[in-house]
Nanobody, 120 residues
């Protein structure tokens, strides 16, 4: 099992910045993808950014150029730096981890989410 705990959300003004953190614990040795997703009220969950164990980064189109995903392996922590925030970035942000299954599919693990609200 893998446990993911997010923090760092809050209320920020348009144009501001936030850094989200996700601490992973448990059977994390085989995680091969970690990333951030978000879900706004009435909308589907969408990709923000992911980081593979090989170092490949994938960033969602709606946040491209405004977010940076990074990790500290020593602290088992994934970060999401968000800049130039817009009201449409308001959502619950979730940390996700994936590790392979023997059948070729993936186990998905989700954190509880952290609320980000962008408003003046």
């Amino acid at each position: 099992q893998v446990q993911l705990v997010e923090s760092g959300g809050g209320l920020v003004q348009p144009g501001g910045s936030l850094r989200l953190s996700c601490v992973a614990s448990g059977s994390i040795f085989s995680i091969n993808v970690m990333g951030w997703y978000r879900q706004a009220p009435g909308k589907e969950r969408e990709l923000v950014a992911t980081f593979t164990s090989g170092g490949r980064v994938n960033v969602g189109d709606s946040v491209k150029g405004r977010v940076t995903i990074s990790r500290d392996n020593a602290k088992n922590t994934l970060y999401l730096q968000m800049n130039s925030l817009k009201p449409e970035d308001t959502a619950v942000y979730y940390c996700k981890g994936q590790r392979p299954r023997p059948d070729g599919f993936q186990y998905d693990y989700w954190g509880q989410g952290t609320q980000v609200t962008v408003s003046s």
